[in-house]
Every structure is written in C-alpha cells, then in structure tokens.
C-alpha cells in the first residue's frame, strides 16, 4: 500500500486577525462567554469511555481565579493500569490498520479544528491557560492544525521512503512498523498545539498512548479529546489521564511493554524520568525511544551596527508574548554600549504601552502567569532584584495576585553577566539585559554560549553581515532554532522544526519527519524471487 496514495500537499494554517467586527472575533467572544458561563464536569478517557472517578479538582482562570468554569476527575494508580491495558488491547487493529485510514483520521481532526472546533479550543485555551485572542489562535488552532497535516504528510513520505537498489532477482523493501509495546506522552501546559502534537505523532504512525496532560491544561484537553473523538479515533489508541507525577511514573516505567516518551515539560522531570527508564532498562522488551523538549535561557545577542527599532520589537515580543512563559521566550539579551541609551529609552516606552489584565478584553497584550506557584516564584526573583544593588529594574516590577497572577512585563539591568536572572529559567514576563563594551563582540559571543546549561533558541541582531556569520559559527552549539534579526519565538510547522539540545532537550525537531521516524521502527525485508538452490560457489571449482 505503500506509495498508492498521495496525500494532499500540507500548507501552513491561515492565522486569523480577529479585527473588530470581523467573525471569527464574534465567533469567539460568543464560545468566550459560553465556557464561562457554566462550570463543565471533566472526565478521563480509557478505552473510549468516559472515566469519572468522585475525586475532583477545581478549574479558574489564572486571570480570574474566584471564578470556576470548570472541574476534572483526578486518577489513581487502578487508572494508569486500565489505560495501559486498554492501549494494549487496542493495539493490534490499530498497527494494522492501512497507514491512509489513519491518515484519514488526523486530516479529518485538523479540518473540523478549521472550522467548528476552532472558536471552542481557541476560547479554552484563552480562559484555562490566559492566553490572549492572537496567542490563542497562532497555538490552538493554526499549529495545532499544521501538526495534523504536516506529519500526515511526513508520514506518507516516511513510508514510500524505500531501498533504489535492488540486485538481480531481489526485491529489498522497508518497512515502518510501530514501536513494539505502548508510548507514554506527557505534555505541558503552555501550548496546546504541543499538547496535541505528543499524542497524535505518535498515534498516527501506529503506535497507542498514555496521554498525562499539565492539570492546569486539563480544560483544553479535554476539547482536544472531544475534537479526535468525532473525528473518528478508535477507542483505546490514545487514552488521557489524570493523576499525579510520581504514581504514573512508578507505573510506567516499570511496565515491560513500555516502549517510548514524548515529552514536553522542566529539564529536572526529564532528567528523573530518564534516570528512572535506566535503572529499569533491564524489564522492558525493547530499548524506549525518549524525545524530549525541555528548558531554555533564550538570549538576544544584540551587535553594535544593529537597528534599534528591530531590536526593541524582538526583545518586546519575544520577552512578552504570553507573559514570556514559552520555552523559547526572550529571557536574557546582551546590549552593546553604543546603543545602549536608544534601546533602553525606546524599549521602556514601549513596554509601558503594555496593557496587563484577563484575556477577554481583547486590548490586554499581558495576562496572567499560570498558577501561584509561578507567580510566587517570579515574584520573589522580583524582590530580590529590587533589593539588589548589582541590578536595577528599569520598568515594571510589580506583581498583584489578588484577582489573578498578574506580574507585569519586568526589565532588569544586570551589572554581572552571571547575575542569577541571567543564568536560571524563571518562565514569566522578565527579561534581564547586560550592557558590554560595543568593542567585544567576540568575546561576548563566548559569554553568551557558556553562561547557561540551555541551547534550545537564541538569536542575533546586527546589519554587518560579518558579524552574523561570525555569531551564527560561534553559536552553533547554544541554540537549536537561531533567529538572524528576529526574536527567538514563533517556529513554524514545517518552516522551522522545534528543539533544541545540551539541557534544551533531545532535539528531534517537532514539526519534521525526524519526530515522526522517532516513532518507528524499520524492518527491512529482502525478498529472493528466484532463490539459488545448490550452496557452491563458482570459486569452489578447481578448472
């Protein structure tokens, strides 16, 4: 079957405006206000039956946290068994099913997330993750929908990838079979479309899933499991769960048909989750594929023949899009001397033209951070700045949880290049800058590739083409996805494939066909068509 079917050419999903009046605007408020006018009741998913098990947990905005919109049906132990168990049993139909009707399946998922489901994901994505309209629907809806036809894309391509040579009376194929056992996907709570795309790789090339999403994503994926549902997903093939770290783990990784991890999340998870998948590697039938996207220090590194505004507008956008809590945020940036006072005048004003507040007014460019736990933590790294004399915040530094988790979008200057807000991970709405001498370029490049453990994204500003070729060489190593004059956010499904490496994560490249080979593995089969019958050789004879 391999080859007979051509798939539609993938394109990148139109993103829509949201201009006043326009429909898609009117669309959304009416699914805005729909979702937060009742409180929706959340259930696990195992085998294609609804789960719901008594214990629940509450659901607000972080925007709006005395307002309940929904509550999910937390997990035990007997629950992970049941979804690994139904995975299991699903598994032989689903392996076997033709590759184009599982295909059919996410080509099906990605036109009604076009279309009926789009308002509904984007609005739960606004309300249960704040994010604000144009995040929601470059996230929820258009790279949500670019995983979906691109990898069914990759997909047909991974399979007609097949052996040219062949000798005389041999035929030589591959093939791709699923991985042998079930794939765990454990996704996070900062995009949607990442909390899709674990999953649904995995699945469409034959592999079945333990999906354990963020709890403070649980609202969205729910409208995600409704959306493959109706788009005809057989039950058992990808089963979604609630229940705590640990306890899954336990359980996972311990289980001998586990065969593969998706994951999205903190490097510190991943590196105890891959420690645990070590010391079990002996009870497993095969060695686990392990793909993981993890932390990142994002930089802006910032040369002295570059344009201010383009500068301003990267570290404004990079650092602040919703409220700096991507992976690839904007989080720590080197200004030269010579530019220093143009881009800190500029970017000052700007930033002070930030509105922060709830996601449903659509003036709002800043919202919440996720939970009290980050504002909290975010908070603090605020103080101590404040109380720093090697730091000064230059605008912003306020932080209000009294609705929601407001901290507005915060700029320290750092006197010390190795200042703690340059080095560590806060994943919040605070961008730390360190002025250098405008004459060192080259030994701040050095700076920049050491000062922390990340090389997910990163990102040079310069008009001498010189200086970009000598930035782009000496960086190599500190950023999976580079930006020339650009921020370091915003990869697109099939333009610029995701991840990065050091403690960034495994850098298999979401968004490419080597994700989806990740969730493979290759038999190859020779066959003889008219096989030798007598073991001699010619060299065996002696004329």
Same mark, same amino acid.
């Given at each position: *079957?391999?080859?007979?079917?051509?798939?539609?050419?993938?394109?990148?999903? @139109?993103?829509?405006?949201?201009?006043?009046?326009?429909?898609?605007?009117?669309?959304?408020?009416? #699914?805005?206000?729909?979702?937060?006018?009742?409180?929706?009741?959340?259930?696990?998913? +195992?085998?294609?039956?609804?789960?719901?098990?008594?214990?629940?947990?509450?659901? #607000?905005?972080?925007?709006?946290?005395?307002?309940?919109?929904?509550?999910?049906?937390?997990?035990?132990?007997?629950?992970?068994?049941?979804?690994?168990?139904?995975?299991?049993?699903?598994?032989?139909?689903?392996?076997? %099913?033709?590759?184009?009707?599982?295909?059919?399946?996410?080509?099906?998922?990605?036109? /009604?997330?076009?279309?009926?489901?789009?308002?509904?994901?984007?609005?739960?994505? *606004?309300?249960?993750?704040?994010?604000?309209?144009?995040?929601?629907?470059?996230?929820?809806?258009?790279?949500?929908?670019?995983?979906?036809?691109?990898?069914?894309?990759? *997909?047909?391509?991974?399979?007609?990838?097949?052996?040219?040579?062949?000798?005389?009376?041999?035929?030589?194929?591959?093939?791709?079979?699923?991985?042998?056992?079930? @794939? !765990?996907?454990?996704? &996070?709570?900062?995009?949607?479309?990442?909390?899709?795309?674990?999953?649904?790789? %995995?699945? %469409?090339?034959?592999? =079945?899933?333990?999906?354990?999403?963020?709890?403070?994503?649980?609202?969205?994926?729910?409208?995600? %499991?409704?959306?493959?549902?109706?788009?005809?997903?057989?039950?058992?093939?990808?089963?979604? +769960?609630?229940?705590?770290?640990? @306890?899954?783990?336990?359980?996972?990784?311990?289980?001998?048909?586990?065969?593969? /991890?998706?994951?999205?999340?903190?490097?510190?998870?991943?590196?105890?989750?891959?420690?645990?998948?070590?010391?079990?590697?002996?009870?497993?039938?095969? $060695? &686990?594929?392990?793909?993981?996207?993890?932390?990142?220090?994002?930089?802006?590194?910032?040369?002295?023949?570059?344009?201010?505004?383009?500068?301003?507008?990267?570290?404004?956008?990079? #650092?602040?899009?919703?409220?700096?809590?991507?992976?690839?945020?904007?989080?720590?940036?080197?200004?030269?001397?010579?530019?220093?006072?143009?881009?800190?005048?500029?970017?000052?004003?700007?930033?002070?033209? *930030?509105?922060?507040?709830?996601?449903?007014?659509?003036?709002?460019?800043?919202?919440?951070?996720?939970?009290?736990?980050?504002?909290?933590?975010?908070?603090?790294?605020?103080?101590?700045?404040?109380?720093?004399?090697?730091?000064?915040?230059? =605008?912003?530094?306020?932080?209000?949880?009294?609705?929601? $988790?407001?901290?507005?979008?915060?700029?320290?200057?750092?006197?010390?290049?190795?200042?703690?807000?340059?080095?560590?991970?806060? !994943?919040? &709405?605070?961008?730390?800058?360190?002025?250098?001498?405008?004459?060192?370029?080259?030994?701040?490049?050095?700076?920049?590739?050491?000062?922390?453990?990340?090389?997910?994204?990163?990102?040079?500003?310069?008009?001498?083409? $010189?200086?970009?070729?000598?930035?782009?060489?000496?960086?190599?190593?500190?950023?999976?996805? !580079?930006?020339?004059?650009?921020? &370091? @956010?915003?990869?697109?499904?099939?333009?610029?494939?995701?991840?990065?490496?050091?403690?960034?994560?495994?850098?298999?490249?979401?968004?490419?066909?080597?994700?989806?080979?990740?969730?493979?593995?290759?038999?190859?089969?020779?066959?003889?068509?008219?096989?030798?019958?007598?073991?001699?050789?010619?060299?065996?004879?002696?004329?």
């Amino acid at each position: *079957m391999n080859g007979f079917f051509k798939i539609p050419t993938a394109i990148n999903e @139109t993103v829509l405006d949201y201009a006043p009046a326009s429909k898609e605007k009117l669309a959304l408020k009416k #699914a805005l206000a729909e979702a937060r006018s009742k409180v929706i009741d959340i259930p696990m998913y +195992i085998n294609g039956e609804e789960v719901r098990t008594g214990k629940t947990e509450k659901i #607000a905005p972080p925007h709006d946290i005395h307002h309940q919109i929904g509550l999910f049906h937390v997990g035990e132990a007997s629950h992970i068994h049941d979804a690994i168990n139904a995975a299991m049993a699903a598994k032989p139909a689903w392996e076997n %099913m033709p590759w184009e009707q599982r295909a059919a399946i996410f080509l099906k998922a990605a036109e /009604l997330l076009a279309g009926p489901y789009r308002a509904k994901l984007n609005a739960a994505t *606004m309300l249960a993750q704040s994010k604000n309209a144009y995040q929601a629907e470059i996230d929820a809806a258009c790279e949500f929908i670019d995983f979906l036809r691109f990898n069914v894309q990759y *997909m047909s391509e991974i399979y007609a990838d097949q052996p040219t040579a062949n000798g005389k009376a041999i035929w030589n194929r591959l093939e791709h079979r699923p991985l042998e056992g079930f @794939t !765990f996907a454990l996704t &996070p709570f900062n995009f949607t479309a990442i909390a899709g795309n674990l999953p649904t790789c %995995m699945a %469409m090339m034959g592999n =079945v899933v333990v999906w354990k999403p963020a709890f403070t994503q649980i609202y969205s994926a729910n409208v995600i %499991m409704e959306l493959l549902i109706e788009a005809g997903l057989p039950a058992g093939v990808i089963n979604l +769960i609630y229940t705590d770290g640990p @306890t899954t783990g336990d359980i996972i990784f311990n289980h001998p048909d586990f065969a593969g /991890l998706h994951f999205t999340g903190s490097t510190g998870v991943f590196r105890s989750m891959w420690n645990s998948i070590g010391a079990n590697i002996h009870k497993y039938k095969t $060695y &686990p594929r392990i793909v993981g996207e993890t932390g990142g220090k994002d930089f802006v590194m910032v040369h002295k023949s570059a344009d201010v505004d383009t500068t301003v507008a990267a570290l404004a956008r990079g #650092a602040f899009e919703y409220q700096g809590q991507k992976c690839s945020a904007a989080s720590r940036a080197y200004i030269p001397s010579n530019l220093w006072n143009d881009i800190k005048s500029k970017l000052v004003a700007e930033i002070k033209t *930030m509105k922060v507040g709830p996601t449903e007014d659509f003036t709002n460019f800043v919202n919440a951070v996720i939970d009290e736990k980050s504002f909290d933590k975010l908070a603090k790294y605020i103080a101590n700045a404040k109380a720093d004399a090697g730091a000064e915040i230059i =605008v912003g530094g306020n932080c209000d949880k009294s609705k929601g $988790y407001f901290i507005e979008p915060t700029v320290i200057v750092a006197q010390d290049p190795k200042y703690v807000t340059m080095c560590e991970e806060l !994943f919040g &709405p605070v961008l730390t800058l360190f002025v250098y001498n405008e004459n060192e370029f080259e030994k701040t490049l050095e700076l920049v590739n050491t000062t922390s453990e990340y090389a997910l994204t990163g990102a040079i500003i310069a008009q001498d083409r $010189y200086a970009i070729t000598t930035a782009t060489e000496k960086l190599r190593n500190a950023a999976g996805n !580079f930006y020339i004059n650009d921020k &370091p @956010t915003g990869a697109v499904v099939g333009q610029q494939p995701f991840g990065g490496s050091r403690a960034s994560g495994t850098n298999d490249k979401a968004g490419s066909k080597a994700n989806l080979l990740r969730w493979t593995s290759t038999r190859t089969i020779k066959e003889t068509l008219v096989p030798v019958k007598d073991y001699r050789y010619p060299f065996l004879s002696e004329e």
